[in-house]
């Protein structure tokens, strides 16, 4: 997606819009003491090769609940799920809130659920 910034009469109309003149005038309503007027520590510019670089090796120290011991209960603990099931689950039997009323008919499908 491109961007395409604002004309200075798209800006002005903007902030017309909303009963100020200018950005100042926008931004009078924070205190002077909650501005922030100092310069921001970034990182130079990257290309989207490197940032993916750096995220992809930020996301490699991450430990997921399989390292480590789990505590957390409530039905998050360690189980095979086999990889069939997203497919299975995806069945428009599946796919619906609608339960038959026999409860001998729908016993397959809840067990399923279950399971």
Known sequence: MNYVSITPDQRSRMLGAIG???IDELFE???AGSR???????????????LQRELDALAR???GADQLACFMGAGSYD???PSFIDQLVSR?????AYTPYQAEASQ????????
Do not use: K, Y
């Open 92 to 96: 428009g039997e599946f796919l619906t």
């Open 20 to 22: 100020v003149e200018t």
């Open 79 to 81: 189980h095979f799920v």
């Open 61 to 63: 120290r991450n430990r």
């Open 29 to 31: 309503a924070i205190p």
């Open 36 to 50: 922030f007027t100092g310069r921001l520590d970034l990182p130079p510019p990257a290309s989207e090769l490197e």
């Open 108 to 115: 397959g499908a809840l067990q399923a659920f279950f399971e």
